[in-house]
């Protein structure tokens, strides 16, 4: 059984240093810029904030890992070289990437530097992460929430990295690193600019009876009935009509959480090394209660205890929480 790191969400150094003082083995962040797949107004970090933040948490035996996992378009290269040179000069203990190019930029400058692969590379095979491994010395790799537990057990005996998963948040089971939805209705782009559903293109509108409809630019994404609870209108969440059905359905996938507690023991003797939490944009009241929810049961896995599993259902997605893909292919 591997000694996991829980490696927990920082969208500001205000989250960053709750993250730490709840437990966190690292936390990961990004800068103000289309470099991180978070880049959304009020949330991350500047050059001075994390200068601030890394010497906070390796003052208390924590490590920054510093998401530079966006694709950046042609031409446009210089951003991402100036995100990476930035953190190796401010102490940042490992990159978290998705494209190419910037892994072997950081492999070149920086080989000293850990270099994680992030799940938007979406590479789920042995072949594709040994890819990785042997081209650009990747230590780590964050896989798709896709694979099944045997499936990551099979997969760490063929690859000379370690493995994160993620084990609470977003479930995000579009192919992450190709999603182009948002592209298509707002011109911005989750991988290339960071930007899912943009703020600035999200309308909710109520009409006389209470209830609410939810808009991303020009479309209608979802409709909620007085009292129900109105979620962020991302596509992939969003309720449609289509002709072999008209009463509004989930086409790509349903609004629930990804809770994996239960799973802990199973995929820390399957050989994962780091699990990972979601929510760079959620509040610090959200990292605080997960981070020490999960902190305790990781120690309890550790020393051979049954864990204590709290009760987290209030902060899920629609209030619903699933094991997904981790437990079985049949889950859709």
């Not at 930035?86 to 850990?114: E, H, S, T």
């Not at 204590?308 to 619903?320: P, R, V, W």
């Amino acid at each position: 059984m591997t000694t996991a790191e829980l490696i927990c969400p920082a969208g500001t150094p205000a989250a960053l240093r709750t993250a730490v003082d709840a437990g966190a083995d690292a936390v990961y962040c990004g800068f103000q810029n289309a470099t991180n797949a978070r880049n959304f107004p009020g949330l991350n970090f500047t050059p001075e904030e994390l200068e601030k933040s890394v010497a906070y948490a390796h003052e208390r035996g924590a490590k920054v890992l510093l998401a530079v996992n966006t694709f950046p378009p042609a031409g446009k290269f210089g951003l991402w070289k100036e995100a990476v040179d930035a953190g190796a000069r401010l102490g940042v203990d490992a990159f978290i990437v998705a494209d190419i190019g910037v892994a072997d930029y950081v492999a070149r400058q920086y080989p000293d530097r850990r270099l994680h692969l992030s799940v938007q590379a979406a590479a789920s095979s042995p072949e594709a992460i040994r890819f990785y491994c042997e081209n650009f010395g990747v230590r780590r790799v964050v896989l798709p929430r896709i694979l099944t537990v045997p499936e990551i057990r099979a997969i760490k005996k063929e690859i000379p990295c370690e493995i994160e998963t993620f084990i609470f948040g977003n479930h995000g089971l579009m192919v992450e690193g190709r999603c182009s939805l948002t592209n298509y209705v707002t011109g911005l782009s989750t991988n290339m600019d960071g930007v899912c559903s943009p703020a600035a293109d999200v309308e909710y509108v109520r009409d006389e009876a209470g209830n609410m409809t939810t808009r991303l630019g020009p479309y209608t994404i979802d409709r909620f009935a007085c009292g129900e609870t109105a979620g962020y209108p991302t596509i992939c969440k969003g309720r449609y009509r289509a002709p072999h059905r008209d009463d509004g359905y989930y086409a790509f996938e349903e609004p629930v959480s990804l809770n994996l507690s239960r799973l802990l023991p199973e995929l820390m003797a399957a050989g994962v090394n780091a699990f990972k939490i979601e929510g760079r944009q959620r509040s610090r009241a959200y990292v605080s209660r997960v981070v020490r929810a999960f902190r305790q049961a990781v120690d309890d896995v550790r020393a051979g205890a049954e864990p204590a599993f709290a009760d987290l259902h209030a902060l899920t997605e629609g209030q619903k929480e699933t094991e997904g893909a981790f437990r079985s292919k049949t889950w859709r």
